[in-house]
């Protein structure tokens, strides 16, 4: 891709925008237009001051007023003109980048979940960010930058070549040999391949500083340095050495170009002082000699702002192409005509699912032909040994990912003809890491359902048993999480998120280590809590304390990505696997626990 269609492209960004982009444009070039008319005053007024240098009184005085009069208004039109076209572009700017994030967060939550955990959190934030962030320097400053320091030096060149073509041609040398020294520095392979190195240094030192900082328990534990810790240490090694690698790559060609730029009026000085002993002083000729000598430098301006803009630019069509590649993943496919169950019975018939694709060499299945049928308004619970798949099949009911072979269908037809939106209607799910929102706690509840009063979140809260604790706090549901250090602790984040989806009134509720935290009381009113919901509802449940299981109707027993049993406690309990030896586990640790409560443990 060409700078030429990088810009377009960027442009392209505006969509709607479009209109107040071109009137950007359009104030802008007459703006900068208008910043030539100065010139051509001071050129006609020397031009009358030397004409008249021996006779004063002949001197045309209404028309140096004149000229005078027309530089000033110039100057004020010249203003006026930035001001619109500067409003226009601003706003142009903040609205693209206000939609083009709304856009993109919209996006990122539409593509499957597999992409997020390829994607490291930093990465995405920087796009997000930073990237977009960019896009507005570009829409608003450097757009109208590039008009003006495009317009003002073609313009004025022509100018100077309608006054005296051979100076100018002159002129043109320094000029063309800048200009080409601009396109070897940002246009050679070597210059976009160093900037794109350069790009994806900083993403990484941003999403290894980011893992660095959130693992900070873990830094702090076992004494990792930042020094230490190395992906970290090799992402900011890495950032040095590609910045110096472009300072490399840059050094000559900006040297060279800086000072030939900076020198322009050297190179019309010689040919100006030749020309005029050839015309013996003509003086005419020396008038033009003189606006050459005060428009060249004014040329250096817009020619090194070229420069500049030239090496941001780079940076902006970076961030461009980062912003175009979220764009690009694909989004979880949605049915054309979605349909909608009428009974919540959910059955897993023969999935079979990798979190790699199957053209992928490191495609391992993580399950194997799962089978099972959950009946609404039943409770069926997912046990077993740690890494078994639990979680994945919960997930994939959710549709997180797409499964390689079989289907999951609710009340018949496949998740995947429901469409995202109703599927998300119909389960609720709590999940093993619970997020909380930086917002009051009544509005973390309310996220299961935006149109709940105060009083249903209130029941919510104190069927999951959250109710005594946030009336404890100092603004109590008011409460903002993260606020003056109110942070909750596991137990307490886990019942808000049950709270949560108890609110939601799913007709589906999946549970992953929801009593995860509990203690025994409140498990046990965690647990009156969710019995009240089972009624009537598809409830499938993640445990690892065997005893919250122990009613539910069905037991499903999974271990290397297969279901290995199954039945209720009691048939499990009689079939002597490896449930009864689970639950023979569980049990000697709760003696071992109520030991320990008691004085002396028994193991
Ligand atoms: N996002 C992921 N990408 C790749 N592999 C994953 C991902 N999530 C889980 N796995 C792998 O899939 C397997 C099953 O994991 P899963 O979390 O479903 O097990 P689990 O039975 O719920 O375990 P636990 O009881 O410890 O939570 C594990 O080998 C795990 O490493």
Known sequence: MNTKSEVSGLIQIAGERKGLLITASIFSTLSSLLQIIPFIAVYKIVQELLIHAQQPVNMNKELLIDWGIVAFISLLAMLAAMYVGGMCSHIAAFNILYELRIRLAEHVAKVPMGYHTKTATGELKKIIEVSVEKIEKFIAHQLPDLISALVIPVVLIGYLFWLDYRMALVLMLPIGAGLWLQTRLFGSEAGREAYREFQYAIEEMNATGVEYVRGMPAVKVFGITADSFLTFKQAVMKYRDVSLKITDICKTSYSLFFVIIISLF??????????????????????????????????????????????????????????EAVFAEKVVVEPASPRVPHHYDIAFQDVTFAYEQKESKDFKPVLQKVNFVAHAGELTALVGPSGGGKSTIASLLLRFWEVQEGVITIGGIPIRDIGTDKLM????????????FYDTIEENIRMGNTSATRDEVLTAAKTACCHEFIEKLDQGYDTKIGQGGTYLSG??????????????????LVLDEATA??????????????????????????????????????ILVVKQGSIVEQGTHEQLRREQGLYEQMWQAHQSAASWKLGVRGGEPHL
């Open 491 to 508: 137990g307490e984040a886990q019942r808000i998120a049950i709270a949560r989806a108890l609110l939601k009134r799913a007709p589906i």
């Open 517 to 554: 935290y509990a203690d025994a009381e409140n498990e046990y009113n965690i647990q009156q809590g969710i019995a009240q919901l089972v009624k009537g509802k598809t409830v499938i449940i993640i445990a690892h304390r065997l005893s919250t299981i122990r009613s539910a109707e069905q």
């Open 266 to 323: 050297t190179f019309v000085v010689p040919i100006g002082i030749l020309l005029f002993s050839s015309q013996a002083g003509s003086q005419s000729f020396a008038i033009t000699f003189i606006l050459f000598l005060i428009v060249t430098p004014s040329l250096s301006v817009p020619l090194l702002k070229l420069m500049h803009l030239g090496s941001s630019l780079r940076e902006i069509v970076e961030g461009h192409k980062r912003i």
């Open 425 to 436: 209607e119909l389960v609720s799910f709590v999940f093993q890491d619970v997020h909380l």
